[in-house]
């Protein structure tokens, strides 16, 4: 059985357990349970503080886990990485009082910042050649500048609300971030062979999300321009319509290309446009 560890409450939680529902392994979930044992798959999984996660993988007490960029890295532990996941995305930023002159990062030398990621924020200060003191602190670190801590922060960001509502302004970004599925370097043969039936599961649930399944109508003569305009997997499927000199043309989209495309074959003649959400793709 292979033992994946997760956040037990936090930003990681919900998503995480997402994710691997959506790989078709399913689980019994319990607010006071500090692990449970997958019904359908050999996995169990453990809830822990997202800071233990790269340590625990790393000793081998877990031989999975997810976990956010910015703690790994900050572990000094990115080694462990199998797959970026595409969630918890966020930045870590250096932000000062909003009212400060702010010119560029030099304006930090001999500065004090509050940050609880010590070892991102020296990385990126030395390669800026800026000199600042670090103050490490575990929590609240947006109001460090108004009790008189630090000058500045450096703190995790991702609409920036609480920057605002601290008075704060965002300045210089220093990491970005995402969540990520690390593994212990040293998985025996047959909890390797677990792993990347999981990780198949994953890249194909992943693969699905950045697409769509599109459905369209259209005439005939203009199926040829209509289907050069869509790239699919292979090839359009295109299926003769009850009504004489129309076909269905079934394709796959790029999410991100999705809008742009849905014009343009809509100029070309398509009608009855349905746009569908993809549970899973193999290629
Ligand atoms: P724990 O109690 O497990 O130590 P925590 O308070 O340290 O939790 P969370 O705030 O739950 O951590 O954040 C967990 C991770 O989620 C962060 O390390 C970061 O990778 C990501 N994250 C944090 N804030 C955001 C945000 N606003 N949007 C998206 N992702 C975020
Ligand atoms: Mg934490």
Request: proline share 4%.
């Amino acid at each position: 059985m292979l033992r994946l560890a997760i956040q037990k409450s936090g930003r990681l939680s919900e998503d995480s357990l997402k994710l691997i529902r959506e790989c078709g392994i399913s689980f019994i979930t319990s607010s006071l349970k500090l692990k449970t044992e997958s019904t359908n798959f050999p996995l169990e999984i453990l809830y822990l503080r997202d800071d233990d996660i790269p340590g625990y993988v790393a000793d081998g007490v877990a031989d999975i886990g997810i976990v956010g960029q910015n703690v790994l890295v900050e572990e000094g532990k990115q080694a462990l990485t199998v797959e970026k996941l595409g969630f918890s995305k966020c930045r870590l930023s250096l932000a000062v009082p909003k009212s400060d002159q702010y010119e560029s990062v030099q304006d930090l030398n001999g500065k004090n910042i509050a940050t609880s990621y010590p070892n991102l924020l020296q990385a990126y200060l030395n390669e800026q050649g800026v000199e600042a003191h670090i103050h490490t602190i575990s929590g609240s670190v947006e109001i460090a500048p108004s009790i008189g801590l630090a000058e500045a922060i450096c703190d995790i960001v991702s609409s920036g609300s609480t920057l605002i509502s601290n008075g704060l302004k965002e300045v210089e970004r220093v990491f970005k971030s995402e969540a990520v599925l690390i593994a212990n370097d040293t998985l025996s043969e047959e909890k390797r062979r677990i792993l990347d039936k999981l990780l198949f599961r994953i890249q194909a649930v992943q693969r699905a999300q950045k697409k769509k399944y599109i459905l369209l109508n259209a005439p005939n003569d203009k199926l040829q321009e209509i289907s050069d305009l869509l790239p699919s997997i292979k090839s359009p499927t295109i299926l003769p319509l009850a009504e004489h000199g129309w076909s269905s043309l079934h394709s796959v989209v790029n999410e991100d290309d999705f809008w742009e495309i849905i014009e343009k074959i809509k100029d070309a003649g398509a009608q009855g446009i349905l746009v569908i959400p993809i549970e899973k793709m193999i290629v």
